[in-house]
């Protein structure tokens, strides 16, 4: 007997133990259970059971009592596993005396378990109520007993007929029915006596339902007679029943679960209701007990019938080229033993289809209504075959216990792998000359950083383009602050003509005059508008700024034509850019703003932008971020990293930051093997490098290896190259090297700082999201991740946590939720003025049970203000004119004499020469030196 295997048993027969945890949960399901109208569980059943005397088909004495009762049988148990999963409701066998312990079976009426035989209950069921008194004046306020008192032979024993007679009684269900509600009305009941003995009160006892679970043993023992199958089946289960019954059972809904009684809560709330007549396969399908007379199997196929061909189907739709997507034909079964389903040999799809899961074996479980899937596997072609619609293939899904077979056909069609086209709009304003915190770093240094990242590591077949903005935006061709039009990356290498041109626009970059984020905005969305119509499959705007707009267009002007995905960084703090207007325009179009703070000299803030811009990345490229761990790599030390890899992955690339160039990147494969710059060819990987940046880059599985390589823990593997570092130490390797010895002197004491990021091209995603309520401390932040493998939900098999950093510093974990299949969420409130940084990571098992991880970057803010809006960009912001006219009326003839002025003159100062100055700076407009 194993607890938790969906079979019902004979009570008495079962471990002391496990009758235990069934009284717990009932009196659970009586004290701490309760339904929306405040009824508790338990107390529903009495209700639910009167209902059942006076609507609908008559369930007590026409043709629905077995069957309604099997519903109410089957709840009862639900609504059990609600309290502890493991439980079935088990029987009384009513041949036996519930007080005996012959034959090794348990005494059932005993203070431990269901109370006192004769009398009030008492005990456990001390606190179960009954009705009677109310309605009768019978004096009984509490369930009690009369065990033996009627209907009892001499030895105590129900004087009830033999399951084999009942059995026996006639081949149909009309005849069946007959002998056992006979058996049921005459003797059953009137055996336990008490409140079980009136049909309107007897439901206030647990007892009850141990009774009635055994009159549904008997049916469906009398059902999986394995003469008969008819008896399994929807059409037949009711067999000798008149033509009017007959339609009854198919007509009327099973009630009040339907809701068409009123009875509360299912007419009150939708959701809860259950509208199925009594030919539902739920109701003619019998539970499994221990005395079922065969291993009964009933299965359906659960995929669209294509009735042309007269199969089920399997559909891969839209399958982005290179991808790998599995589809499933689901067979819902419903059987008490093991089923075994598999792809009939002979009938096995070729490729690109291919199986992912040949043989699958069902086990019995809690219930056993239970699916079970068989996985296909589809793999669009090359990079350039895409539109692709592909004939049907045919196969078919066998049964090894009864034979049956399911035809289905493999449908699929592929379509382009998806491109984007990223405009850069980056802020030159006066201030991005100041710095970025207290690293010693100006804004302007964080942004060519940052941004040069991005270049470099942006896919091929992927466009980017740059504009920048201060109080105007400047077009690609301006000639004196233009960028670069959207241009196409031709390849995967760092020497890409495209990449190159983007770095050199990007140090180009400057900081004059004021801001005016939503002409940088307009002018990025222009420029994607400009694009031939199907250049890209996909477009996004990736905004830097440091600082609250000033001058017109403001953000609200112009988010109307933003209608794309915008990503934002905002170089500073929560309130030195217009943090509210950003994340909404943001939000609002599937992107994210990401708020850097004040940047000062800790491993974290030195790597920060650059790994906002890597998220970033990933983001607009549908990528996923694998790890993103930093940490120090000493001289004479491997630093071993692991990350996971799934089944689920296409291909993979290991991004490698450091402060200094002096750190070697391999790849150790699960199986051992070490791949290096060397021989990366050998294992079809590549290895590029640029100044403090290297990646590793290898398709999965990985190629030209014997077996399969793939599915694992992977490592990146760090170490010194002592020889660069001595080069660099004595001054040998100058290029890119911060001219600060403060960096040297922690490499030596410390060792290279390194950030490694591993993304993945997979099936397997995670979409993680930040929203709030407000921007005033106080405001509630709301997470919410998805998780989805080959576009179906990651349910029950992976763990959600979010590391938490708060505004003065502070750590905490999160752990979200699953709310839904694949859905995790959690909350909090954000009561410190200040960013908050969130690092979600997930962590659980693909399909298959391989591990894998997933991170992600989210940040928030609240701040004294935050709900009160932007006011509109005022005409002359930095207040210019006044100045200018000030100045000029303090330096005219009229405000200083012609002594004042000769007496400057000889300590040397030029009033003719600051009044030039004067006039050359008012007549330059609103350009000047401010951000």
């Known amino acids: ?494 020497g890409d003509l495209t990449r190159s041109t983007a770095l050199t626009a990007i140090a180009a970059h400057g900081a004059h005059g004021a801001t005016s984020v939503g002409d940088g905005l307009e002018m990025a969305r222009n420029q994607l508008n400009a694009l031939p119509a199907g250049a890209y499959d996909q477009k996004a705007i990736l905004l830097l700024t440091d600082g609250l707009e000033n001058q017109p267009k403001s953000i609200a002007e112009v988010a109307g034509l933003i209608d794309n995905r915008t990503y934002a960084v905002g170089l500073g703090n929560e309130a030195q850019v217009n943090t509210a207007a950003l994340t909404a325009l943001a939000g609002s179009t599937g992107g994210v703003l990401l708020l850097s703070g004040l940047l000062a000299t800790s491993l974290d803030d030195q790597f920060r932008m650059r790994k906002f811009f890597l998220q970033i990345l990933a983001g607009v490229t549908n990528t996923s971020i694998v790890r993103d761990p930093l940490g120090y790599v000493g001289v004479g030390t491997r630093v071993h990293i692991p990350f996971q890899l799934s089944e689920a992955d296409i291909n993979a690339r290991v991004i490698l930051l450091t402060d200094f160039p002096v750190v070697r990147l391999c790849i150790e494969t699960p199986d051992g093997a070490l791949i290096d710059e060397g021989n990366a060819g050998s294992f079809g990987a590549r290895f590029d490098t640029a100044p403090r940046l290297q990646t590793s880059s290898f398709g999965l599985p990985l190629a030209f290896q014997p077996g399969v390589v793939h599915g694992g823990t992977w490592h990146a593997v760090l170490e010194i190259d002592e020889q660069r570092y001595k080069r660099l130490l004595a001054g040998g390797v100058t290029h890119d090297i911060p001219a600060s010895q403060g960096p040297l002197q922690e490499l030596r004491a410390k060792g290279a700082k390194y950030c490694l990021s591993v993304h993945s091209f997979s099936n397997l995603r995670m979409n993680a999201v930040l929203t709030q309520d407000s921007f005033e401390p106080g405001a509630r932040l709301f997470l919410r991740t998805a998780l989805t493998e080959y576009s179906l939900p990651v349910e029950r098999r992976a763990r959600v946590t979010a590391e938490l950093e708060y505004p003065d510093h502070t750590h905490s974990m999160l752990t979200l939720a699953e709310v839904a299949p694949g859905v995790f969420e959690a909350s909090l409130v954000a009561h410190i003025a200040g960013i908050y940084r969130f690092r979600v990571i997930a962590e659980g098992g693909s399909f298959r049970g391989t591990p894998f991880t997933r991170e992600q970057i989210l940040t928030g803010a609240v701040w004294a203000g935050g709900d009160r809006p932007t006011p509109p960009s005022p005409a002359d912001p930095d207040g210019h004119k006044g100045w200018c006219a000030l100045l000029r009326c303090l330096l005219s003839e009229n405000s200083l004499s012609r002594e004042f002025e000769e007496r400057l003159r000889k300590i040397g100062v030029d009033l003719d020469g600051i009044r030039h100055c004067v006039k050359e700076w008012c007549s330059q407009g609103r350009r000047g030196p401010r951000g």
């Open 1 to 494: 007997m194993a607890l938790g295997d969906g079979i019902r048993r004979d009570i008495s027969k079962v471990s002391e133990a496990e009758r235990n945890l069934f009284m717990d949960a009932i009196v659970k399901i009586d004290t701490t259970k309760f339904f929306s109208d405040g009824v508790s569980y338990w107390d529903k059943q009495e209700d639910i059971h009167k209902n059942a005397h006076f609507s609908g088909v008559d369930v007590h004495a026409g043709p629905a009592f077995i069957p309604w009762h099997r519903v109410i049988v089957n709840r009862l148990e639900q609504l059990l596993r609600e309290v502890n999963p493991a439980l079935s409701l088990h029987y009384w066998d009513w041949t036996s005396d519930p007080r005996s312990t012959n034959g090794g079976r348990a005494a059932l009426f005993t203070p431990q378990f269901m109370g006192n035989a004769s009398g009030d209950a008492g005990h456990l069921l001390n606190g179960f109520e009954s009705t009677e008194d109310a309605e009768t004046g019978n004096g009984h306020t509490k369930i009690w007993r009369a065990v033996g008192g009627a209907a009892a032979n001499g030895d105590g024993t129900p004087a009830i007929s033999p399951d084999a007679t009942i059995l026996a009684a006639g081949t149909n269900f009309d005849t069946f029915a007959s002998a056992l509600k006979s058996a049921h009305d005459s003797v059953a009941h009137s055996y336990i006596g008490g409140t079980i003995s009136n049909p309107h009160y007897s439901f206030h006892d647990p007892f009850v339902f141990l009774l009635h679970s055994n009159v549904d043993r008997l049916w469906a023992q009398w059902q999986t007679d394995l003469a008969h199958p008819e008896r399994l089946s929807t059409a037949s289960a009711y067999a000798g029943l008149s033509a009017g019954e007959l339609t009854s059972l198919a007509t009327e809904n099973v009630e009040p679960w339907a809701g068409g009684t009123g009875l509360e809560p299912w007419a009150s709330d939708p959701t809860l209701r259950a509208v199925i007549t009594y030919m539902d396969v739920s109701v003619v399908t019998p539970p499994c007990y221990d005395t079922n007379s065969g291993s009964f199997q009933v299965l359906e196929a659960e995929n669209p019938f294509n009735a042309g061909t007269s199969r089920y189907q399997v559909s891969f739709n839209d399958v982005p080229e290179e991808e790998t997507t599995w589809r499933a034909a689901v067979i819902k079964v419903r059987a008490c033993g093991d089923v075994t389903l598999r792809v009939k040999p002979g009938t096995e799809p070729g490729a690109p289809f291919a199986i992912a899961t040949p043989v699958i074996v069902s086990h019995p479980g809690p219930v056993p209504f239970r699916e079970v899937r068989i996985w296909f596997q589809f793999t669009a072609g090359a990079v350039g075959t895409a539109p692709q619609i592909l004939p049907p293939i045919n196969t078919t899904v066998l049964c090894e216990e009864n034979g049956q077979e399911f035809l289905f056909e493999l449908r699929a069609n592929s379509i382009e792998r998806p491109t984007v086209a990223v405009q850069l709009a980056l802020d030159q304003s006066g201030s991005m000359a100041w710095a970025a915190g207290t690293s010693g770093v100006t804004r302007l240094q964080v942004l060519a950083d940052s941004a040069s990242l991005f270049a470099n590591l942006i896919q091929k077949d992927n466009g980017i383009g740059i504009i920048r903005f201060d109080q105007d935006a400047y077009a690609p061709n301006d000639p004196s602050f233009g960028g670069m039009p959207i241009t196409k990356v031709l390849n995967d290498g760092f």
